[in-house]
T-cell receptor
Framework: EAQVTQNPRYLITVTGKKLTVTCSQN?????MSWYRQDPGLGLRQIYY???????DKGDVPEGYKVSRKEKRNFPLILESPSPNQTSLYFC????????????????FGAGSRLTVL | AQKVTQAQTEISVVEKEDVTLDCVYE???????LFWYKQPPSGELVFLIR??????QNEISGRYSWNFQKSTSSFNFTITASQVVDSAVYFC?????????FGTGTKLQVIP
């Protein structure tokens, strides 16, 4: 089944304890991205990756890191989580993005609910 | 910078009523794509439609229809004869060269 898999789905952690949210897709998609969803703010893009070893900041990158060493994986790293990073996180992928390759439909993971105390 | 505005935060309608969800966007790109996604209470995000900036034809899919007007930078979504299963948060999104920008979402409640 074609899908985007995120783990963990739920996590409660404490301020400053490094954590990684994994994201993996099995569709050979080039484009991957991370979003956070907060009440009243909708979905905001954190980072995106056009392809392996190519990543760039979205609208709210502060406090996050990403890497894209393999096409299928795009982990989100919180080096020193703070309470304002408590949110619902979504990973998504698509065949390609932007006018050059034709904007494609995003397939989303199920979401990861993170609470930072 | 690109921007998507969904001014309607929450809408309540009685079942079988028609409802229109508004979406207004801003972009400097001449070529772009517009989307609608649905997020039911279960939380997943489901793709509904994609529209190219150079294709202003309206589209109908069952009870759903979309009205794209480049002149007013709007991409509105109408649900005809709403049903309880339509209750969800609906997001409008804009894709430029690399970034994808979402609106803040409209929560639709269909009352039986």
């Amino acid at each position: 089944e074609a899908q985007v898999t995120q783990n963990p789905r739920y996590l409660i952690t404490v301020t400053g304890k490094k954590l990684t949210v994994t994201c993996s897709q099995n569709m050979n998609h080039e484009y991957m991205s991370w979003y956070r969803q907060d009440p009243g703010l909708g979905l905001r893009q954190i980072y995106y990756s056009m392809n392996v070893e190519v990543t760039d900041k979205g609208d709210v990158p502060e406090g996050y890191k990403v890497s894209r060493k393999e096409k299928r994986n795009f982990p989100l790293i919180l080096e020193s989580p703070s309470p304002n990073q408590t949110s619902l996180y979504f990973c998504a992928s698509s065949l390609g993005q932007g006018v050059a390759s034709g904007a494609n439909v995003l397939t989303f993971g199920a979401g990861s609910r993170l609470t930072v105390l | 910078a690109q921007k998507v505005t969904q001014a309607q935060t929450e809408i309540s309608v009685v079942e079988k009523e028609d409802v229109t969800l508004d979406c207004v966007y801003e972009t400097r790109d001449t070529t772009y794509y517009l989307f609608w996604y649905k997020q039911p209470p279960s939380g997943e995000l489901v793709f509904l439609i994609r529209r190219n900036s150079f294709d202003e034809q309206n589209e109908i899919s069952g009870r759903y229809s979309w009205n794209f007007q480049k002149s007013t930078s709007s991409f509105n979504f109408t649900i005809t004869a709403s049903q309880v299963v339509d209750s969800a948060v609906y997001f409008c999104a804009l894709s430029g060269y690399q970034k994808v920008t979402f609106g803040t979402g409209t929560k639709l409640q269909v009352i039986p």
